[in-house]
């Protein structure tokens, strides 16, 4: 079966400005917090009017850097909010999306399992592939759907691992957005003990 | 139809009792018109087809229509989340068991009777012993929602999908015999992103065409195609869930027992713009037949020797048929004097 | 014309009704009896009217329920100047007149995963909503319909509609100089809506420019759109190989016309897509109309390929290799 090189792997881009947009809001976790001050600048010099309609949230991660965050303050933006974890933002996103009018842009910016959440709550708002964008960086480490037991296995960093059901699995590239997971199938059903060797590939 | 006393709970597991007689073994579905294979968007009208055959009906049902039934129930029964589908596609799931019930009263009207009075339906199935009277587009009035009531009394898999943003997304249906895909994981997904581990495809072009292609169906004029795989055992249900269970089977082909346990596996695949929901209901109807079979059929025989022993390495690797093709081909060699096959897919 | 493929229905019409002085209301039922075909909200009919001099083929959106099978209700305004097709429904159909009509097309659904439907309507465009109104009564979305009219006498159904959606429609009339404010509707709409609009081109571009101009995404702005009939204008073709000499009319494809000049020619999907068709073009003092989705940009513009299912000439004559 195709392993690597499917069409379902999600494509980041660098964060550029949307100036079609109205009201832009900004979502970071951990070193996520670089593009969106690189983005922030970028708009200051396109459109510095924008800055009454731009807000960011940003998560901090305990293993990087909060100097960035200065630089949110300093843009002078309409409305900026700090949080220590991941789950709390994602439910005042909830409730702030659900508040929001057409013409909202949402940026998104962090490690992939980090944007795989938002992304979930963006498409129960019915956002279009246009509304959003999404700067991949930090981590590559992976969120990955056991397909046997449906368990989820967080933070996955090599090629092979050992779900909770005691099954050996190997990483696809097949992501689900609705599961904001990849694909982990036993690697040795055929051949039951024969793994090929374990490295790490997601780091 | 004369249904043998036969346990069904291992017809396509355990003992995989599953066998053909000589005419379902003549009308199976070949998914070679000639000696190579490679991916084509072999799309056609799908139109009557000779008397007999599985194309003569829009949706075939053929002597194993019971124990397929009875084995779809027994998947369900062990993973729910087979029958699955998203708030938004109650209508296609009326639209599908409308099709599915206008198709088999009209094709098979010994076996199944609808009569309507308005939004009051009244459904006879005989071989599975069902009478139903029900409202249609009141979900309460039937016993399961509708897709899986219909579904339950077809044979194949069925996934219904919504059109938007140029592009067909899968968002529904009953999957319980698959060639290793899983609807669960994959629901939600576009055209493109579930087809994503078929390898070359992309490279060639072929999903953009049959995107595109099925982006304009229309009411009233369904489309067919032909795909194909190999399963080791008559196991229906080769769906990555249970891949530990199938999965170690593909090691246990030797040339002594390869022609009785090693299936060529045909998918009739056929395709229905929806009325209500203007989506698209998308049928994979799959028929299996042994090599020892296959072998009966002197052209069907040279000529699946001839496509399994030249398959595209990338193809033979995606279709899983890496362990024991070259047994495949080493039995079936023994049938193939070189000679020339004619062309389609008829046995002669 | 080959007969398997895009069967019609044939109609009978039961009523007619002059609704306002421009606009007429056609009701039809099938001749066969029974129910005519289930559609959704949104779709229009083809509708295949033989005149004297040529046959006109017009979409028409349905306005009907989708819920009531037994007719379909069309409404038709007296285009002027005309080609002919709304004169002739306006001057020859009558009650009890026969037409044949093609199975519904929808290219103006409703977004399935929308969380607020925008309906905005101009003259004659209402008509399509008004199927929708029935799908979108069953829903628990919120929606809301706003139709606007030169006149409440040039407005077809305002008192039917006012009446069934009190609170859900508001009516515009340009004699009461109220107009749709569009900038102020599309700057106040919450996430995941979606809006569709249906009447003249003038208030389709207002509405496709100032969603734009406001941030929505093209995916939530929808516009009414007529499936395009496979027609052009009429060409001469030789076949080299059969030595054959074919007309092929406005409304028929290359394809069926080599059919009904007796060829066997190969094809297999008839959409353009999947290649089998393939003729070999030995000349045209004219140019290809290259429909379909098959051939490669180069092929295409070296003229020596085409393919007959979809594709079509302006030319007197076109040598194919069949």
């Known amino acids: 079966m195709l392993i690597t ?24 976790y951990g070193v996520g917090a670089a593009p969106l001050s690189r983005l922030l600048g970028d708009f200051d010099r396109a459109m510095p009017e924008s800055k009454a309609h731009t807000r960011i949230w940003y998560v901090a991660d305990a293993a990087a850097p909060q100097a960035n965050t200065e630089a949110f303050r300093a843009a002078n933006i309409a409305e900026l909010r ?22 909202t842009r949402l940026y998104v910016a962090g490690p992939e399992s980090f944007m795989g959440l938002v992304m979930r709550i963006a498409h129960g708002f019915n956002l279009a592939q246009d509304e959003v964008r999404a700067e991949e960086c930090g981590t590559l480490a992976r969120r990955v759907h056991c397909i046997h037991c449906r368990e989820t296995i967080e933070n996955v960093r090599t090629n092979i691992v050992q779900c909770g059901c005691s099954r050996w699995l190997v990483v696809r590239d097949h992501y689900s957005r609705r599961l904001a997971a990849y694909m982990g199938v036993m690697i040795d059903a055929e051949a039951p003990g024969e793994r090929p060797e374990i490295k790490e590939v997601f780091l | 139809m004369n249904v043998a006393l036969k346990k069904m709970d291992q017809v396509y597991r355990g003992e995989y009792t599953f066998t053909n007689s000589p005419a379902a073994v003549r009308r199976f579905p070949l998914p070679f018109p000639e000696d190579r294979y490679m991916y084509s968007v072999n799309i056609e009208p799908h139109v009557a087809g000779p008397a007999g055959s599985v194309i003569e009906f829009p949706i075939d049902c053929d002597e194993h229509y019971v124990e397929e039934c009875y084995e779809r129930a027994l998947v369900i029964k062990r993973d729910p989340l087979r029958i699955q589908a998203l708030p938004h596609m109650m209508s296609a799931q009326w639209d599908t068991l409308e099709l599915g019930m206008q198709s088999l009263s009209q094709s098979y009207p010994h076996w199944f009777t609808l009569t309507r009075q308005g939004r009051g339906w009244h459904w006879i199935n005989r071989p599975l012993g069902l009478d139903q009277h029900f409202t249609f587009g009141d979900p309460a009035s039937l016993p399961q929602p509708p897709l899986e009531y219909i579904t339950r009394q077809l044979q194949g898999d069925w996934v219904i999908m919504d059109q938007r943003d140029n592009d067909l997304w899968v968002e529904g249906g009953m999957v319980t015999g698959p060639a290793d895909w899983s609807m669960d994981f994959d629901m939600g997904m576009s055209f493109k992103e579930w ?139 023994q049938f193939d004097d070189g000679s020339p096959t004619t062309s389609g897919t008829a046995p002669e | 014309m080959s007969a398997s493929h895009a069967d019609t229905i044939p109609v009978r019409v039961v009523a007619v009704e002059q609704i306002t002085p421009q606009i007429k209301h056609f009701r039809f039922a099938p001749i066969a009896g029974g129910e005519l075909p289930a559609f959704s909200g949104g779709s229009h009919i083809i509708v295949v009217m033989r005149g004297a001099q040529r046959v006109y083929r017009n979409p028409y959106s349905l306005m009907s329920s989708p819920n009531e099978l037994d007719s379909y209700q069309i409404s038709v305004l007296r285009v002027e100047p005309s080609r002919g097709g709304s004169t002739f429904m306006h001057e020859q159909v009558q009650v009890g007149t026969e037409l044949e009509i093609a199975h519904p097309v929808n290219l103006f659904g409703l977004a399935k995963l929308a969380r607020k439907h925008l309906l905005l309507a101009g003259g004659i465009g209402i008509t399509p909503f008004m199927a929708q109104l029935h799908d979108l009564r069953l829903t ?147 140019e290809l109309v290259h429909n379909d989705h098959y051939l490669s940009n180069d092929e295409k513009a070296s003229g020596k390929a085409i393919m007959p299912c979809v594709s079509r000439a302006r030319c007197s004559k076109l040598v194919l290799n069949l």
Not at chain 1, 85 to 102: E, K, N
Not at chain 3, 195 to 205: E, L, Q
Not at chain 3, 255 to 268: F, K, S, T, W
């Open chain 1, 5 to 28: 090189g499917i069409r379902s792997k999600p494509i980041y881009a660098p964060l550029q400005p949307d100036l079609g947009g109205r009201y832009h809001l900004m979502v970071g």
């Open chain 1, 82 to 103: 700090s949080f220590n974890a991941i789950d709390p933002m994602l439910s005042d996103l909830t409730a702030a999306m659900d508040q929001a009018l057409m013409g």
């Open chain 3, 140 to 286: 628990e979305v919120p929606f809301e319909l706003h139709y606007a009219t030169r006149s409440p006498q040039h407005g077809a159904y305002c008192e039917l509609i006012a009446q069934a959606e009190p609170q859900r429609a508001r009516l515009y009339h340009d004699s009461a100089q109220r107009f749709i404010d569009i900038e102020e509707l599309l700057s106040r709409q919450p996430l995941g809506t979606h809006v569709y609009v249906c009447g003249p081109a003038g208030m389709i571009t207002r509405v496709l420019d100032t969603a734009r101009a406001l941030g929505w995404p093209e995916s939530h702005v929808h516009y009414e759109k007529f499936a395009a009939p496979p027609t052009g204008e009429a060409f001469d073709v030789h076949l080299q190989k059969s030595g054959i000499d074919l007309h092929v009319l406005p409304d028929q494809s290359l394809l069926e016309a080599i059919e009904a000049a007796g060829v066997d020619a190969p094809y297999l999907c008839r959409g353009g897509v999947c290649g089998f068709c393939r003729a070999e073009v030995l000349s045209v003092d004219g």
């Open chain 2, 195 to 333: 087809h994503g581990p078929v390898p070359l495809g992309h490279e060639m072009g072929v999903f953009d065409r049959a995107l595109k292609f099925l982006l304009n169906l229309r009411l009233n004029e369904p489309v067919r195609r032909y795909n194909w795989t190999m399963t080791v055992n008559a196991n229906l249900d080769s769906s990555p869930h249970n891949y530990d269970e199938w999965g170690p089977d593909r090691s246990t082909v030797t040339l002594e027992n390869v022609a009785k346990k090693l299936h060529l596996r045909t998918e009739l695949q056929g395709l229905w713009r929806l009325p209500r929901s203007n989506g698209i209901v998308f049928m994979v109807r799959t028929y299996m037949l042994s090599l020892a079979d296959v072998a009966t059929v002197p052209k069907w025989a040279r000529r699946v020797h001839r496509v399994l022993r030249d398959l595209h390495p990338a193809l033979v690797d995606y279709k899983g048929l890496t362990r024991h093709r070259p047994i495949a081909v080493q039995y079936l060699s």
